[in-house]
C-alpha cells in the first residue's frame, strides 16, 4: 500500500505555520505523527489533503479555520468570578487552565483580569487562524490491531467498537 486512504494507517512530518509566518507546531526529528485515516484524529482541511496522496510525496496546504479548529465562537468567551480560582495566584492574561465538566476535561485561556471578573476563552487557541502545513508522507501502511488499540485507548474507548469517535 503506497496511497493514502480512508482506514490506512499514515505517517507524516509536518510544520503548521500561520499567516504572519510564525512556527506553532512541527513534529519531532524522527518522531513522524501517526495516525488512522478517517477516524478525526487531525483537522479536516489537512486530513482531506492527505487522501490520495503517496509515500514520500511533499506539499504544503493551506487550511482556512472553518476547517481546521473553526471560526472564534464569541458563545465559547465567558466571564467568571476570581473566587472560581485559586487565591493565592496572580491571574496573567494567557494563563490556561484545565476544568474537569461531566463530559471530560476543558482547557481555556485567560483573556481578561478586571477586579473580580475573568473573562476566559474556551475556543481552541487556533481557532479563527488560517493555517498553512509543510508535510512530507513517510509511511504508508494498513492498520493493525495495535494501531486501532492505540486509536481506541487516545479515545478512552473500551475497544467495543461503539465507542464514539472511533470507527470500528
Same mark, same amino acid.
Given at each position: 500500500?503506497?496511497?493514502? &486512504?480512508?482506514?490506512?494507517? =499514515? @505517517?507524516?512530518?509536518?510544520?503548521?505555520?500561520?499567516?504572519?509566518?510564525?512556527?506553532?507546531?512541527?513534529?519531532?526529528?524522527?518522531?513522524?505523527?501517526?495516525?488512522?485515516?478517517?477516524?478525526? &484524529?487531525?483537522?479536516?482541511?489537512?486530513?482531506?489533503?492527505?487522501?490520495?496522496?503517496?509515500?514520500?510525496? /511533499?506539499?504544503?496546504?493551506?487550511? *482556512?479555520? @472553518?476547517?481546521?479548529? !473553526?471560526?472564534?465562537?464569541?458563545?465559547?468567551?465567558?466571564?467568571? +468570578?476570581?473566587?472560581?480560582? *485559586?487565591?493565592?495566584?496572580?491571574?496573567? =492574561?494567557?494563563?490556561?487552565?484545565?476544568? &474537569?465538566? *461531566?463530559? !471530560? @476535561?476543558?482547557?481555556?485561556?485567560?483573556?481578561?483580569?478586571?477586579?473580580?471578573?475573568?473573562? =476566559?476563552?474556551?475556543?481552541?487557541?487556533?481557532?479563527?487562524?488560517?493555517?498553512?502545513?509543510?508535510?512530507? /508522507?513517510?509511511?504508508?501502511?494498513? +492498520? +493493525?490491531?495495535?494501531?486501532?488499540?492505540?486509536?481506541?485507548?487516545?479515545? !478512552?474507548?473500551?475497544?467495543?467498537?461503539?465507542?464514539?469517535?472511533?470507527?470500528?
Amino acid at each position: 500500500m503506497n496511497t493514502v &486512504q480512508n482506514d490506512a494507517f =499514515v @505517517a507524516i512530518e509536518y510544520t503548521l505555520t500561520l499567516g504572519s509566518g510564525k512556527i506553532v507546531d512541527k513534529s519531532s526529528a524522527g518522531r513522524p505523527l501517526g495516525i488512522v485515516m478517517g477516524n478525526g &484524529q487531525i483537522i479536516p482541511g489537512l486530513e482531506r489533503a492527505l487522501l490520495g496522496r503517496n509515500l514520500g510525496d /511533499v506539499f504544503a496546504v493551506d487550511v *482556512p479555520a @472553518a476547517d481546521g479548529y !473553526g471560526d472564534v465562537d464569541e458563545e465559547m468567551i465567558q466571564t467568571m +468570578t476570581r473566587k472560581n480560582f *485559586p487565591s493565592d495566584m496572580e491571574l496573567q =492574561v494567557d494563563m490556561v487552565f484545565q476544568a &474537569q465538566t *461531566p463530559h !471530560g @476535561a476543558v482547557s481555556f485561556r485567560v483573556k481578561e483580569v478586571a477586579g473580580d471578573e475573568v473573562v =476566559v476563552d474556551f475556543n481552541h487557541p487556533l481557532a479563527g487562524e488560517n493555517l498553512h502545513f509543510d508535510v512530507k /508522507v513517510v509511511e504508508v501502511r494498513e +492498520t +493493525t490491531e495495535e494501531d486501532l488499540r492505540a486509536l481506541h485507548e487516545a479515545h !478512552g474507548c473500551d475497544g467495543s467498537h461503539s465507542c464514539s469517535g472511533c470507527h470500528g
